[in-house]
Structure formats: C-alpha cells, structure tokens
T-cell receptor, first 111, second 113 residues
Framework: GENVEQHPSTLSVQEGDSAVIKCTYS??????FPWYKQELGKGPQLIID???NVGEKKDQRIAVTLNKTAKHFSLHITETQPEDSAVYFC??????????WGAGTKLIIKP | ETGVTQTPRHLVMGMTNKKSLKCEQH?????MYWYKQSAKKPLELMFV???????ENNSVPSRFSPECPNSSHLFLHLHTLQPEDSALYLC????????????FGSGTRLTVV
C-alpha cells in the first residue's frame, strides 16, 4: 500500500548547525507534501508545505525541496536554535483528505 | 490555545470502563478528524466528519464510537478497550474535508490498564 518513509528517526545537531530530514513516498500521484512540527505536550503544527508543481519553497530558516522523479522530499532547517527541538512529521496526499504520514523524526538541538 | 481544545488531557481507564473524549473547535471549520498517535509510528486516521456527517471510518474497531452533534464538537466514546489502545488521541479540524490546513488539538493521552 501507499507509504511514506522518513529518516532519520532521531537527529542530534549542534546549535547553529543545519538539520536535514528526508522522506520518500511510494505513490507517484501524490501532489501535496506538508511538514508538521510537534512540541512536547502539543499537537502537530504545520510549518511548511509544498505542492508538486514547485521544486523548492523557503520560509525564513526552513525550506522544503521536492524531487518528483525520485519521489522524495526534504526539510532543511538552517541556523538551528533550541526552540527547533521537537518531533517533525512529513506527509503526502493526492488532493484528498487521506494524508499518508511518516513515522517522525526527533530533532535534538545541543547547546 | 490553538483553537482546537481537547479534554481531558490525560485519561487512565480499565478495560471494562466506558469513557468519552471531547474535542471542540472555535475556528468555524466544517471538517473534524480523529487521529491515533502511537510512539514511533505514523499518525493513523480514524474518523472524518464533514458538517456532522461521517465521511470516513478507517476500519476502526467498534469499541471506538465517534459522535459529531454539530460542526464544532466531536466526541470519541470508548468502551471495552485493550491495552494496545493506549496512545495519544488527536483531534483536528479544517475548513473543508481536505488534506491541508489542519489545526490539531493537544491530544488526550490515554492509558488502558
């Protein structure tokens, strides 16, 4: 069935360095790819998304890139700060409500 | 507050108990969702409601029973649960039934003993 693989499951980076989280999807018809951030004790919150007609999108320190041919997309966080510590989820969908989610990446920012 | 409020935040229940989870959204959205979140697993969509009508029931066991009395409120009634049902239950809403624009609540941490 359709699935989204997310790597790594845990990522530890030094404060100020960059972090990259990668996701691979199986359904080539997927056309919407959001990234959610979940802080401890809270629900997931959308931080950035991209549609299949765009290869890259940037919002301040975060960016998402999409490679439709390889069916993978990545989240890039530059100049990481302590408040970036959280669990990040990727997802993919085909213009309907069925989001296929990755298993999450726990990002740890070391001071 | 995110605009989606879930109560209680924590719930411990025995396998023979009956309890209910509540979700309320103050965003004027027309669609509401229940998700199950287990550790190190992808979020699992359980139920979808659009204007109080159930759109989706993703092969969820009958011991989970949803109720949507109006477009602002969503309940999940629980009975005869199993220990493997222990998880974080998240409620979300969106303008319409769609895959984007979700606002999630903070969840109810359920432990079945």
């Amino acid at each position: 069935g359709e699935n989204v693989e997310q790597h790594p499951s845990t990522l530890s980076v030094q404060e100020g360095d960059s972090a990259v989280i990668k996701c691979t999807y199986s359904d080539s018809a997927s056309n919407y790819f959001p990234w959610y951030k979940q802080e401890l004790g809270k629900g997931p919150q959308l931080i950035i998304d991209i549609r299949s007609n765009v290869g890259e999108k940037k919002d301040q320190r975060i960016a998402v890139t999409l490679n439709k041919t390889a069916k993978h997309f990545s989240l890039h966080i530059t100049e990481t700060q302590p408040e970036d510590s959280a669990v990040y989820f990727c997802a993919a969908s085909k213009s309907n409500y069925q989001l296929i989610w990755g298993a999450g990446t726990k990002l740890i920012i070391k001071p | 507050e995110t605009g989606v409020t879930q109560t209680p935040r924590h719930l411990v229940m025995g396998m023979t108990n009956k309890k209910s989870l509540k979700c309320e959204q103050h965003l004027g959205h027309n669609a509401m969702y229940w998700y199950k979140q287990s550790a190190k697993k992808p979020l699992e969509l359980m139920f979808v409601y659009s204007l109080e009508e159930r759109v989706e029931n993703n092969s969820v066991p009958s011991r989970f029973s949803p109720e949507c009395p109006n477009s602002s409120h969503l309940f999940l009634h629980l009975h005869t649960l199993q220990p493997e049902d222990s998880a974080l239950y998240l409620c979300a809403s969106s303008q319409e039934v769609q895959g984007y624009g979700y606002t999630f609540g903070s969840g109810t941490r359920l432990t079945v003993v």
